[in-house]
């Protein structure tokens, strides 16, 4: 329970790092930049909705994802190591041509990097983001 509480503020904390960053290189605040570092650290766990089909409530559905270790061994697009090589290409090119694209990459980039970092010191193994099933 303590693991998931952390593993849920770490996904808070992350965003808001990025956004703490941002405002000190760029000292214009545009409020697209910040709702998108928002949305690309949220994003990746989209392919958790896989799941939601087989619960019988929303409410059933938030606590397996968030308090279960088992979805990370199913169908997720995003959550394996090949999907966050092509993101680190993805992000460093998008960072030539688009600020806000850069951050929405770079947030995306970071909670999947959370996310591998917790399997590896929380559940002890990072095999199943070798697989893509």
């Known amino acids: 329970m303590k693991d998931e509480i952390v593993h849920i503020l770490f996904h808070f904390f992350i965003p808001f790092l990025l956004l703490l ?23 990746p766990d989209i392919d958790h ?25 199913g169908i997720l697009i995003f959550h ?27 947030s995306f980039f970071l909670h999947l990097l959370v996310d591998f970092l917790d399997d590896k010191f929380t559940i002890r193994t990072i095999e199943h983001w070798r697989k893509i099933k």
Do not use: A, P, Q, W
């Not at 941002?22 to 709702?35: A, C």
């Not at 090589?85 to 951050?103: A, V």
């Open 49 to 73: 909705i896989v799941y939601l089909k087989y619960k019988k409530s929303i409410k059933e559905f938030l606590k397996y994802n968030i308090f279960s270790d088992r979805y990370r061994k």
């Open 80 to 106: 394996n190591i090949y999907f966050m090589i092509f993101l680190i290409f993805i992000t460093l090119f998008s960072s030539l041509y688009s600020l806000s694209l850069f951050l929405f990459f770079l």
């Open 21 to 43: 960053f941002y405002l000190y290189f760029y000292k214009e605040v545009k409020i697209e930049n910040i709702i998108i570092i928002f949305l690309g650290s949220f994003f």
